[in-house]
């Protein structure tokens, strides 16, 4: 476990500035650099402790991926509100330091990227979901491409990301073997292809469908936020759908939230309103970036290996310049952190 004082020393700051920042203090005053600084070294450290780093070892020579660009989905104030897309950059970046590749990035905007660009390097990787309009754009002018965080659901397409929707599954599992009864959920609809598809998202639709299969399902415990914008799902999200759980007659006695960010959110709106976590709500999460496990409670988390599914879309890359001609598509595997935000089955 990193300790917020090995950040707070690699970056040159107080103990107390690195827990603000990772706390999202809105009341901080910090320049935006200094904040990026923060973010990216606790998720770096996070990655290099021995239970994180498992360097991969390049199947081709370095020297065949000399050049390459990053297409990122979220504008860089997006990344930095949520660390994970900054664990999947840092994983495509590390793996391309050791192969002493060369690094263009470029994040969302409303043009598409130059397309000389893209055919200058030998190879694209996309983060983070793309429109059918972009990918075959991105198609047409990369040499090869590779998509991290996102399944295109294409044969020909290489593709590394972790199943959210099976991860959903487990955690109610879990929940239901817990004794938990009633479960809220706080997530957001599903935006592609310019249009906003209810109720789409993957752990949305695994929820439901769970809830429906065990017979459970309230309409009312669903709460969810329509961020066809393409930010990413943030803190005060999760705090105001919080709020709309909090004002049922009958409160939920759990809340699954879609990412950390949002259990950050959820977290506070519980504080206000004078209730406990979990004595009278408990909280789970996806992600686990490194604030999770300095929240008060810490923070029950499935862990997704963003760094891990940065540096598998970097050797999928390299296999294709070594003559891979089949696309390939990678599942890297979850897991469900137990902290103390949330009681786990006592056969666990």
């Known amino acids: 476990m990193v300790t917020i004082k090995e950040i707070a020393k690699a970056v040159g700051v107080s103990s107390a500035t690195v827990s603000r920042v990772l706390n999202y203090d809105p009341a901080l005053s910090i320049s935006p650099v200094k904040r990026q600084a923060i973010i990216e070294t606790a998720e770096a ?35 930095i509100s949520d660390p994970y897309y900054v664990g999947v950059r840092l994983g ?58 996102f399944d295109p659901k294409s044969d020909h397409l290489d593709s590394v990301f972790s199943d959210v929707g099976l991860a959903t599954q487990k955690i109610l599992d879990s929940l239901k073997s817990s004794g938990y009864k009633r479960v809220g959920f706080i997530g957001s609809h599903e935006s592609l292809n310019g249009s906003v598809q209810h109720f789409a998202e993957k752990r949305c639709v695994a929820f439901i469908e769970w809830q429906k299969r065990n017979g459970t399902f309230d309409p009312d415990l669903l709460v969810l936020a329509d961020c066809s914008n393409g930010q990413s799902l943030r803190l ?57 496990q300095f929240l008060t409670p810490p923070l029950t988390t499935v862990r997704i290996h963003g760094e891990h599914i940065g540096e598998t879309a970097v050797d999928l890359l390299l296999e294709r310049l070594s003559g891979r001609s089949y696309g390939k598509q990678v599942r890297i595997a979850t897991e469900l952190i137990w902290r103390d935000s949330c009681r786990k089955p006592l056969d666990l």
């Open 92 to 149: 495509i970046e590390t793996r391309c330091r050791d192969l002493k590749t060369e690094i263009v990035k470029v994040f969302h905007s409303d043009d598409l990227p130059e397309a000389s660009l893209l055919e200058s390097a030998a190879g694209v990787i996309v983060i983070g979901k793309h429109s059918d309009h972009e990918i075959a754009w991105l198609r047409q002018h990369a040499r090869h491409v590779v998509f991290a965080d």
């Open 236 to 292: 005060d999200t999760g705090y105001r759908l919080a709020r709309d759980l909090l004002a049922l007659a009958e409160r939920p006695d759990v809340i699954v939230t879609s990412n950390d960010n949002m259990a950050i959110g959820a977290y506070r709106a519980l504080q206000e309103a004078g209730l406990s976590i979990p004595k009278d709500i408990a909280v789970i999460s996806f992600n686990d970036i490194p604030v999770a």
């Open 45 to 79: 450290l996070n990655y290099e402790t021995p239970r994180n780093r498992n360097k991969a070892s390049g199947p081709v020579a370095p020297s065949l991926l000399t050049k390459l660009v990053i297409v990122h989905f979220l504008e860089p104030s997006d990344e």
